[in-house]
């Protein structure tokens, strides 16, 4: 059975930076892509980043490029999303997700790529 831990998150401060960890156990060899997910108090859920586990492809959605990265250690089996130069919208509930390769990497920011899911980790960004 596939199982996703994700942990790392905090509050910080506006400008401060955080790591995100989601640990995979039970992966199968059909699951490719694995994402970051958000969603934010009253909000909906939006992908945030997104990476083939096969090529390392990744695609990042417009309101973290360039401030979030997203990586994979396959030895730990542990998927990362770095965030720097936080923001106060960043605020969410943050979630870690896998499923099968997508037609392209920037379709695995949506939520219906996946079929396994971690229980989130928050992250608070104060002004």
């Known amino acids: 059975q596939v199982q996703l831990v994700e942990s790392g998150g905090g509050s910080v401060q506006a400008g401060g930076s955080l790591r995100l960890s989601c640990v995979a156990s039970?992966?199968?060899?059909?699951?490719?892509?694995m994402a970051w997910f958000r969603q934010p108090p009253g909000g909906e859920r939006e992908g945030v980043a997104a990476?083939?586990?096969?090529?390392?492809?990744?695609y990042y959605a417009d309101s973290v490029k360039g401030r979030f990265a997203i990586s994979q250690d396959n030895a730990r089996n542990t998927l990362y999303l770095q965030m720097n130069s936080l923001k106060p919208e960043d605020t969410a509930m943050y979630y870690c997700?896998?499923?099968?390769?997508?037609?392209?990497?920037?379709?695995?920011?949506?939520?219906?790529?996946?079929?396994?899911w971690g229980q989130g980790t928050q992250v608070t960004v104060s002004s």
């Open positions: 997700a896998a499923g099968p390769r997508p037609r392209r990497t920037y379709y695995g920011l949506f939520a219906a790529n996946h079929n396994y």
């Open positions: 039970g992966i199968r060899y059909s699951t490719d892509c």
């Open positions: 990476i083939r586990l096969g090529t390392g492809s990744t």
